[in-house]
């Protein structure tokens, strides 16, 4: 089998992932949706540090694996701080610059 | 030249079998994730496409990278992201209306394009060339050599990294702590409030709930000496619920309660 068949894979989950973040509005949603992202970009380093035959790739996918760790921490942080504000966890709502 | 085919059919056919089971399945629940309408199904599915990268992880030679996917993601931060949508309320589903006119349609058309480009473009990178593989590379096993990458030429990206983690741990316990806006009462000063308020029928505080030795559950209101219940000994989210008990269920005339001679 063709290696880089997990590439398309990975492009094609990274893509749904860009979807969800411009679609949906559950801000809980969005954040699994870049999570989604992260992990097709993961994906791909695995790939190509096999394609390549070197461990450079998955040295990456693990930093970004705990760089997406944090990012979940303090998001998740944030929308909590929101929902206790304004009850709702709708990326919608939090429009107050707007007005 | 026959062993060497045998090998690769031995080797590559059941990794193709897993790909094709697993990659359209990874395809279809993250698709999945993003029309379902509760956040808490779109957690269970994000759970689920993660596991099936992790397998796609081991069986690309990067058994560490896979068991930690599996112990980061689907054990730390998927736990997480329920643990907020329970804080956050299961049932705040998301409506699925747009709320900007003509979002979806545009989304749609860019991912394809954007999705298409990419997919060529990768095409284009990798299409017969032949991988190298990492038999080489982990011939002393995975876990030491992406140790002694991690602790040679990334060390400092390593150490930044931990300034990283404690950076996010520190602004969470900031973003999470909440100040008060009201002094809290101090025992004194309830104790002062019970005795000095308008009446004094709380003041050897509330009858607790439960009737009768059949029934002492939190949920039946106490009884009074006068007969009447107590709708204030059950718990206000109980009976906010709707589960408060009526106490007369469990009346106690029912039983038979002559007390027969032993012989």
């Known amino acids: 089998m063709d290696a880089s068949n997990y590439l398309y894979v990975s492009a094609l989950l990274f893509t749904i992932g860009a ?27 695995v790939t190509f540090s096999r394609i390549n035959g070197d461990l450079n790739g998955q040295v990456m996918a693990f930093f970004t694996m705990v ?8 998001g998740l942080a944030i929308i909590v701080t929101i929902y206790r ?9 939090a429009s107050l610059l707007k007005r | 030249m026959l062993q060497l085919a045998l090998e690769v059919g031995q080797t590559a056919k059941p990794e193709a079998v897993m790909f094709w089971i697993l990659g359209p399945l990874a395809v279809v629940a993250s698709l999945a994730m993003l029309l379902v309408k509760k956040a808490v199904h779109s957690a269970i599915l994000m759970a689920f496409v993660m596991i099936i990268l992790a397998i796609f992880y081991i069986a690309q030679d990067a058994a560490f990278l896979g068991i930690v996917q599996i112990v980061v993601y689907t054990g730390a931060v998927m736990m997480l992201f329920l643990f907020i949508l329970m804080l956050v309320g299961v049932d705040s589903s998301d409506s699925l209306t747009e709320t900007i006119r003509g979002l979806r349609p545009i989304a749609i058309t860019a991912a394809v394009g954007f999705g298409g480009l990419m997919v060529s473009l990768l095409g284009q990178a990798t299409i017969g060339r032949q991988s190298v593989g990492l038999s080489a590379a982990n011939a002393d096993g995975n876990v030491q050599a992406l140790a002694q990458l991690l602790f040679s030429t ?53 009858p607790s709930p439960g009737v009768y030795a059949r029934h002492n559950a939190v949920d039946v209101p106490a009884l009074l000496p006068d007969g009447t219940p107590a709708a204030d000994s059950v718990n206000a989210t109980l009976s906010a619920r ?17 007390v027969e001679e032993e012989k």
Request: net charge positive; glycine share 6%.
């Open chain 1, 19 to 45: 979807v969800g973040v411009v679609v949906r509005r559950n801000a809980i949603v969005v954040f699994m949706c870049i999570e989604l992202m992260l992990n097709a970009a993961n994906l791909s380093f």
């Open chain 1, 85 to 93: 504000s304004r009850r709702s966890a709708s990326v919608d709502d």
């Open chain 2, 154 to 206: 990334y060390v400092f990206p390593f150490e930044v990294v931990s300034a990283l983690l404690i950076t996010a741990a520190l602004g969470a316990m900031v973003l999470a702590h909440h100040q008060r806006t009201i002094i809290r009462p101090t025992q004194r000063q309830l104790s002062i409030n019970r005795f000095r308020g308008e009446s004094l029928g709380t003041a050897a505080g509330l």
């Open chain 2, 242 to 258: 709707g589960d408060m008990l009526d106490y007369k269920k469990f009346d106690l005339s029912e039983i038979n309660t002559k």
């Open chain 1, 67 to 74: 760089v997406a760790a944090c990012e979940v921490v303090v």
